[in-house]
């Protein structure tokens, strides 16, 4: 079982309108978790970094919040934007180089 | 900020040839880097932990004889594909941790026909 669960699976939302995404992890304790924007053909670009002791991180119209009692993480994109179609992965960081990540979250916003 | 590199950015072969890709940190130094493959629609696999002047280190399932890690210097590490088959028809993306965060390249599309 992955220790890294993201919901939902995909997501179409207008353009302009908000979304949240999930995280849930089971992985602990964790050095830090990522949130990552992966667009189609292209390599992972990091969005937010939290350590297990941070809440929120902001990251322009990015905001992800960490719950650490209930091993959750969301990323709530404001004012989507066309080009925020992407897949968004939730990475979740053991320590030195262990990467868990979560099988991602497709977003597709339309006009 | 930190960059990683990768090239070539897609590649078409036949099979049962080899194909050589190189990832390069490109303003700091890795003595560790990350090489993944990625289905489409799927989530990142590490195939392998590519670590300078020692040998790499392989996941479960993946064959160190085909999949040759050569991590050349501290800002440069190689993948190569040997006797390419249609199967490792696949997008290949390498990572470096960095000043601040892990950092990915942007990929390489390999097509084995």
């Known amino acids: 079982k992955n220790q890294v669960e993201q919901s939902p699976q995909s997501l179409i939302i207008l353009e302009g309108k908000n979304c949240t995404l999930q995280?849930?992890?089971?992985?602990?304790?964790?050095?830090?978790l990522r949130w990552y924007k992966q667009d189609t053909g292209r390599g992972p670009v990091s969005l937010t970094i939290?350590?297990?002791?941070?809440n929120t991180k902001s990251n322009g119209r990015y905001t992800a919040t960490l719950d650490a009692d209930t091993k959750q993480s969301s990323l709530h994109i404001t004012a989507s934007q066309l080009s925020d179609s992407a897949s968004y992965i939730c990475v979740v960081i053991l320590s030195g180089y262990a990467l868990n990540f979560g099988k991602g979250t497709s977003l597709l916003v339309t006009p | 900020g930190a960059v990683v590199s990768q090239h070539p950015s897609r590649v078409i072969c036949k099979s049962g040839t080899s194909v050589k890709i190189e990832c390069r940190s490109l303003?700091?130094?890795?003595?560790?880097m990350f090489w993944y493959r990625q289905f489409p629609k799927k989530s990142l696999m590490l195939m392998a932990t590519s670590n300078e002047g020692s040998k790499a280190t392989y996941e479960q399932g993946v064959e160190k004889d085909k999949f040759l890690i050569n991590h050349a210097s501290l800002t440069l590490s190689t993948l190569t594909v040997t006797s390419a088959h249609p199967e490792d028809s696949s997008f290949y993306i390498c990572s470096a941790p960095g000043p601040e965060t892990q950092y990915f390249g942007p990929g390489t599309r390999l097509l084995v026909l």
């Open positions: 303003d700091f130094q890795a003595t560790t």
């Open positions: 995280c849930n992890y089971t992985v602990s304790p964790f050095s830090n």
């Open positions: 939290m350590t297990f002791s941070e």
